[in-house]
């Protein structure tokens, strides 16, 4: 009897192998070059390559002009626009200026919200990409030492 369930769990084993190797690769997906660059030009142009990058005021950003805790700074980013395909988030004078990138399904509505990691005061900019073009947003934010305001 016992080897009926060695058996039954080395079946299960596969069959759960199986479905993992059938799942989507691209739900794992990650560009590694964008996350890993150290500054900010060189994370754009390991995202989107040479598409110009225009700055829109319908992309809406929404961040705190001073953050008291710079380990977790909420963000909002909105747009309007149609044909989203990603919208990524970049602190410039982080270590690694690409804290998230968020790849939209088609037809999704283009609104996120998440927390992100400032080491120090920086500008954020929220980037969207579109089916028509590349877009910004950008807002200075100030991350002060233990919450006084210095």
């Known amino acids: 009897m016992k080897s009926t369930y060695k058996r039954r769990s080395v079946v299960q084993a596969l069959f759960a192998l199986a479905a993992m190797a059938l799942a989507p690769l691209q739900l ?5 070059p964008a996350f890993e660059a150290t500054a900010a030009d060189k994370t754009m142009q390991a995202l989107f390559g040479d598409k110009t990058v225009t700055q829109s005021d319908k992309v809406m ?8 805790n710079g380990a977790v700074v909420p963000v909002t980013v909105k747009t309007k626009i149609t044909g989203v395909k990603r919208i990524s988030l970049i602190v410039v004078e982080n270590p690694n200026p690409l804290s998230a990138s968020f790849k939209l399904m088609p037809g999704a509505e283009a ?32 991350v002060t030492i233990g919450g006084c305001g210095g």
């Open 111 to 142: 609104d996120i919200s998440t927390r992100i990691k400032m080491a120090q005061s920086s500008d954020v900019i929220a980037v969207v990409e579109t089916d028509s073009g590349v877009y910004t947003a950008k807002k200075k934010v100030k």
């Open 61 to 68: 950003l929404k961040v705190p002009n001073i953050a008291e």
């Open 28 to 32: 794992f997906a990650r560009n590694a």
